[in-house]
């Protein structure tokens, strides 16, 4: 996202906290996807205060920015984090992590963005170790209804990438293997006194192309904006199994101990 939208990032993240205040982790290492400068810094090292950070960068912030927020936020952070560009992944498909080296993932507001949320899934199941979590939000499909009115407006939406509501997300994270998912909903409703400033978040939320704003009509806009938000999290259990084929998990013979009788006297 955007620098103009940054504050809905903060506040979800924040929102999200909130959520994970009843789950217990014991956290070592966490993974922070897409990273940004907001007060979740702060949240993230004071909850988890022997914890290295692992962050992903988004390419419109400048290095510099994260420093001078996490130095901040608590600056004994600075010396347990480890900053990559999230473009990176975005590259490759592939998140810079080893197998099996982080407790939590936390991603605020990105699924949607993504051409293949399964594939991402699959690297989150991958980083993360036996009894980790991922935690994460996402706009779902019912995001800017209001611009895809019959209005002559002459703005053309965009669709998002992964228009997944929350049933979709909660079937992909048992396909990939991810146990005891819970999600949830809500919707968000952001009031304009301008079309200006409703076109401004249009752009920033990736809803739409920048030349899409030279021909539409002003007039025709609506003055409020719906964000549909997905939370969910799940946990990284089993680690061990074969993934799933017609309901049968399959289990490596190495993974399976034996226990050997006593010499009978």
């Given amino acids: 996202m955007t620098q103009p939208i940054r504050w809905l990032q903060d506040e979800i993240a924040e929102r999200m906290l909130q959520k994970l205040d009843i789950v217990k982790l014991d956290i070592k290492d966490v993974l922070i996807v897409p990273d940004f400068p907001g007060k979740h810094l702060a949240a993230f090292a004071n909850r988890y205060p022997r914890a290295t950070i692992h962050s992903l960068v988004e ?12 130095a901040s936020s608590n600056w004994r952070s600075l ?11 975005q590259s490759t498909g592939k998140l810079d992590l080893p197998d099996n080296s982080v407790d939590l993932v936390f991603s605020d507001l990105l699924i949607q963005d993504l051409p293949d949320p399964k594939h991402f899934l699959q ?12 935690a994460f939000s996402y706009l779902g499909p019912d995001t800017a209804k209001e611009l895809r009115a019959p209005e002559p407006s002459g703005l053309q939406l965009k669709n998002l990438l992964s228009p997944w509501d929350m049933h979709d997300m909660g079937d992909a994270l048992l396909g990939e ?15 304009y006194e301008k079309p200006e400033l409703l076109m401004a978040d249009i752009q920033a939320l990736k809803l739409s192309n920048p030349s ?13 904006l719906t964000l549909e938000v997905v939370y969910g999290h799940a946990w990284v259990i089993g680690k061990h199994l074969a993934k799933a084929k017609d309901n ?3 289990i490596d013979l190495n993974q399976i101990g034996r226990k050997t009788r006593p010499d009978s006297a």
């Fill in 123 to 134: 690297e989150c199941w991958r980083v993360l170790r036996e009894g980790g979590l991922i």
């Fill in 79 to 89: 010396f347990r984090t480890n900053a990559a560009p999230f473009a990176h992944y």
């Fill in 59 to 70: 390419g419109s912030i400048s290095g510099f920015a994260m420093w001078r927020s996490k």
């Fill in 248 to 250: 049968v998990a399959y």
């Fill in 177 to 191: 293997r991810f146990s005891d998912p819970v999600m949830d909903m809500e919707y968000l409703t952001l009031d």
């Fill in 212 to 224: 899409a704003f030279e021909t539409s009509k002003t007039e025709f806009l609506p003055q409020k």
